[in-house]
């Protein structure tokens, strides 16, 4: 069973940064893209990041280079770093892989951008 966790979420104060780590249940090589997306409540879930198995990375043009994404294959974990956090960042971030035709989602994390 494939698994995805993401961890990192919290209540962040305007202007702040955080990075979400997504630790995979198996080598990252695995996938052919990891992929982090985000819902804020009541809205569809946008794309925030990607990046493939060859490390092309896609940022979201709408987060105007704040996201930055990254993996580390030693520790079968993806990041997405966010600079300069607004209120309207707050969403819950979620991480997730292809595999061949199968495509699986973590659970979610809560991030939560207020004074």
């Known amino acids: 069973q494939v698994q995805l966790v993401e961890s990192g979420g919290g209540l962040v104060q305007p202007g702040g940064s955080l990075k979400l780590p997504c630790r995979a249940s198996e080598p990252i090589f695995n996938f052919n893209t990891m992929t982090w997306h985000r819902q804020a409540p009541g809205k569809e879930r946008d794309f925030v990041a990607s990046i493939n198995v060859g490390g092309k990375i896609v940022h979201a043009d709408y987060l105007k280079g704040r996201v930055t994404i990254s993996k580390d294959g030693t520790k079968r974990t993806v990041y997405l770093q966010i600079e300069s956090l607004k209120p309207e960042d707050t969403a819950v971030y979620f991480c997730?892989?292809?595999?061949?035709?199968?495509?699986?989602w973590g659970q979610g994390t809560q991030v939560t951008v207020s004074s």
């Open positions: 997730s892989g292809n595999i061949l035709c199968r495509h699986y």
